[in-house]
């Protein structure tokens, strides 16, 4: 089955702070997307990337990086974290079909 | 641009009762409508998906039809179980969209003993 691992599960950051997310695929897919989940707001698409060393921004790119220096492994970055970014982030991949592999997710607070 | 709206926040029922989930989407391109569930505490998964118009399609219990006419792709099931408690997202990708996916808020379902 398709496996999407994130780290770390949670964690909380303070204003100014810089954060990393990680994720790791062992699917062997070229597509790569970090959302983040607010309630109300449903998933929105921060950045993706469909190949190594290559990434696009997504809807809503302003306050994050990412990077995807190999196949499986594609990070979110959050330079100076702020309030607003407080939110659950999953990152998912695809073989470029339809279905999207979602990761368990990071909850993200910063205070 | 692209967009998908779900009109319940929250539907709450009671085990045995039929439901059914709006989806509206809005694009001038060719799309491709799926649903996704997310239970409690879990990843989003895959639960239906379709780009054919005016053809039913089914998995666990659950159906939806794509009508193009409407731009509608609402999801239904006959009768609720406990376990069917979640948050159900809509979701639309467009032809060449590198398979990004437009999320609408998405629907809680609380089904009730």
């Known amino acids: 089955e398709a496996a999407v691992t994130q780290s770390p599960r949670s964690k909380v950051a303070v204003t100014g702070g810089k954060v990393t997310l990680s994720c790791h695929q062992t699917?062997?897919?070229?597509?790569m997307y970090w959302y983040r989940q607010d309630t109300g707001h449903g998933l929105r698409l921060i950045h993706y990337s469909y190949v190594a060393d290559s990434t696009e921004k997504g809807d809503i790119p302003d306050g994050y990086k990412a990077s995807r220096p190999s196949q499986e492994n594609f990070s979110l970055i959050l330079e100076l974290a702020s309030l607003s970014q407080t939110a659950v982030y999953f990152c998912?991949?695809?073989?470029?079909?339809?279905?999207?592999?979602f990761g368990s997710g990071t909850r993200l607070t910063v205070l | 641009g692209d967009s998908v709206t779900q009109t319940e926040g929250l539907v709450t029922l009671t085990k045995g009762l039929p439901v059914m989930l709006n989806c509206t989407y809005q694009t001038t391109y060719s799309p491709f409508l799926f649903w996704y569930v997310q239970h409690l505490n879990e990843a989003p998964k895959l639960l239906l998906k379709?780009?054919?118009?005016?053809k039913r399609t089914e998995h666990q219990g659950f159906y939806a039809t794509l009508h193009k006419s409407s731009s509608s792709f609402h999801l239904q099931k006959s009768s609720v179980q406990l376990s069917d408690s979640a948050l159900y997202f809509c979701?639309?990708?467009?032809?060449?969209?590198?398979?990004?996916?437009?999320f609408g808020a998405g629907t809680r379902l609380a089904v009730c003993p």
């Open positions: 699917n062997n897919h070229d597509y």
């Open positions: 379709s780009s054919t118009d005016n």
């Open positions: 998912a991949s695809s073989a470029g079909g339809e279905t999207l592999y």
């Open positions: 979701a639309l990708r467009i032809s060449g969209s590198f398979n990004k996916l437009t």
